[in-house]
């Protein structure tokens, strides 16, 4: 029994505490990834019958258009004489190079333009206006600056992705609740440390939404680049795919696709699994909504 | 002049506003703030809207000082002034020390844990980081939630958030603790518990506390002094002390006819409004 008026405070309100937390509910992580694995592993299967189902219909001849078997096959192929892996490896360094890059100007720009009222009205809407730019048409430009070289691809898809990711920030940053600033100015926090303890981590969401589309205009870029600007003695998967065509080598032109089609997905469900994590961590989504 | 003793249970009996006093040299030891014919008018032009008209209101150390008025009477503004977010048009604003301002949401950062928001109030008046954990730690015990240090904002309660609001508050070591009506969103019950963990944070730590709430009973319950705004522009229309003692309850016979005394003002003070 509680004896003193403080013990008998605490004990009500643990009390209330206890009646107003909702008990916790909550599957195992096996159940979690079941449940979502299976929705996208049928629309793969679904997409594949779809795909055999064209060939079985003669559309187009098998040497054009061949079926998931060939296609499967040749990717093994590729896979275990090594050409995939050293195509891949060169690929993935250059969209991790230049996605690093436009991390650190996306940052950089989307900071300022976040923070000083005249690159505002400056450069803001340049911004955007890069951002709807396709990033195809830098390229004669790319071209013409760097010549056939690995700067050339590299410039183009930080063209790509570093808007995305510095207007994911902007709008991070002129979404911020009011009301948080103003928690921090009480506390405190003024000038550069109100930015760097409350409007940054508040934007955290958006920009991980700015980072997602950054990744995916780079990897276009990229894509667009190797096949615009090849190397010599750098075969990466853009290469491979302008090699397939040249030799009208069909499965091996599937196969690269489903390579780069697969990287695509893989690193988009990285960015929206990070993505949801932090919006949930941040209390921007219902638990059982997720 | 000799600083007056803290109040325990004793209210302190308020006098009416304190005169002027001459702007040069420090405050005198025992008053907390002094707002001396202060008026500040929001926006300028036809726009302008006067926020608080001439106010003269001082309190001493450990002064439990409830705010009530309707819509409209500057009572946020007059606690930015004090939490000197805002500055009087006209006037003088002193605080004897810094001053901490809880809002009627909780205000805590979604992206931290609560302890490490309670850290943060800490981190930005820079104490050491060795002694953040320790102290935080503290302060969520003082308001009962020592449990809940590693969950987030909104995994708690309304109620829960305005304690961990409260804690990160008293992190600041601030003794004028300054509260824009803090539980006006929480059910009777919560609220109820609420009071008694205010007063007795207040008994406990030696505070300042300036209380704004459109509740009279609430007002009743607290304060050792109720301080009637009326609207537009905000002025002074009455000072109460309470005399209530303490401990109270909400339900007592005392604190209602003191809530109706204050309602039967602000009823007035509404009415001349009725042919604006």
Known sequence: MPTTDAERLGEELAGLDALELAPPTGSGAARR???AAWPKATAAALAVALWQAVVWSGWKPEYVLPGPAAVAGELARLAADGTLLQATSITLRRAAVGFALAVVIGVAVGCVVARVRLARAAVGSLV???LTMPSIAWFPLAILLFELSEQAILFVVVLGAAPAIANGLISGADHVAPLLVRAGRVLGARGWAAYRHVVLPASTPA???GLKQGWAFAWRSLMAGELLVVIAGQPSIGFLLQVNRELADAPGLLATMTVILGIGIVVDTLFATAERRVRRRHGLVAPDLT | MTPAPRPTVAPVVAGPAVAVRAPAGPEPSDAAF????????HGRGRDAVVALEGIDLTAGRGALVCVVGASGCGKTTLLHLLAGLDHPTRGRVATSSR???MFQEAALFPWLTVARN??????LRGVVRRERRERARALLRMVHLEG???KRPHELSGGMRQRAALARALAQDADLLLMDEPFGALDAMTRDLLHDELESLWRDRALTVVFVTHNVREAARLADRVVVLSSRPGRVVADLPVT???PRRIESPEVGELAAEVTDLLRAEVRRHAHD
């Open chain 1, 207 to 209: 920009l991980l939404g």
């Open chain 2, 148 to 150: 809940f240090a590693a």
């Open chain 1, 33 to 35: 990834l079941w449940s």
């Open chain 1, 128 to 130: 955007t206006g890069v």
């Open chain 2, 118 to 123: 309670v850290e943060l109030a800490l981190r």
């Open chain 2, 99 to 101: 001053a901490a301002l």
């Open chain 2, 34 to 41: 002094v707002l001396a014919g202060v008026t500040k008018v």
């Open chain 2, 244 to 246: 209530i003692e303490r």
